[in-house]
């Protein structure tokens, strides 16, 4: 089936330490979402990427779509506490439903 | 009040009970979801609807039957409870295909 894999599953820095989480597909993506949820919480959209190449930034955070449009990343510059939670990305093959990926679970250490 | 609620909250049901979950949605949306989260793999799909007269499977329906009542409301049964369908259940609607999707809290539902 159509999955999309994202790594690294946890991943802990220190506060002010970049993170950045990775998703990647074997087969050409329609486009790719990215979701953040806290802990105890549902999963909230953060943005996204339909271009090849494609770069957007939201403050601290910036989302790249590969020239293939079969990886994706999400990078997160100096982290701070409320960083803290799980990064998923969510891809469209060309169906009309979202794979997710297995997510990111980011924790800081203060 | 949220854009997408779901009831329960919480539920503790038993081994073979039929269980309902409930999702209802003020964005006005034709499409609704239902997921499953575990621990290390992500979301998984239920089912889906992307009108009132429109169900599809996902891919990992077995066990679980849906319902769409009206275009606010959809919700999940499982009509045997077996302990391997302990988890968090999470709907979501969306705009459509390239929209971004907007996810109830969750019912966490623990069979014992």
């Known amino acids: 089936g159509q999955q999309v894999m994202q790594i690294p599953q946890y991943q802990h820095v220190q506060e002010g330490e970049d993170f950045t989480t990775y998703c990647n597909s074997s087969?050409?993506?329609?486009?790719i979402q990215w979701y953040k949820q806290r802990p105890g919480g549902h999963p909230v959209f953060l943005i996204q990427?339909?271009?090849?190449?494609e770069v957007k930034k939201q403050k601290r955070l910036t989302f790249q779509f590969g020239e293939a449009k079969k990886n994706s990343s999400l990078h997160i510059t100096a982290t701070q506490t409320t960083d803290v939670g799980t990064y998923f990305c969510?891809?469209?093959?060309?169906?009309?439903?979202?794979?997710f990926g297995t997510g990111t679970r980011l924790t800081i250490i203060p | 009040d949220a854009d997408v609620t779901q009831t329960p909250r919480n539920r503790i049901t038993k081994t073979g009970k039929r269980i309902m979950l409930e999702c209802s949605q003020t964005?006005?949306?034709?499409?609704m979801y239902w997921y499953r989260q575990d621990p290390g793999l992500g979301l998984r799909l239920i089912y889906y609807?992307?009108?009132?007269?429109?169900?599809n499977k996902g891919e990992i329906s077995d066990g679980y039957s849906v319902s769409r009542q009206a275009q606010a409301k959809f919700s999940l049964s499982l009509e045997s409870a077996i302990p391997n369908q302990t988890a968090l259940y999470f709907c979501?609607?969306?705009?459509?295909?390239?929209?971004?999707?907007?996810f109830g809290s969750g019912t966490r539902l623990t069979v014992v």
């Open positions: 990427l339909v271009k090849s190449g």
């Open positions: 609807s992307f009108d009132v007269k429109d169900i």
């Open positions: 969510a891809a469209l093959f060309g169906n009309e439903k979202l794979t």
């Open positions: 087969t050409t993506l329609s486009n």
């Open positions: 979501a609607t969306s705009s459509g295909h390239r929209a971004g999707y907007t």
């Open positions: 964005k006005g949306h034709d499409r």
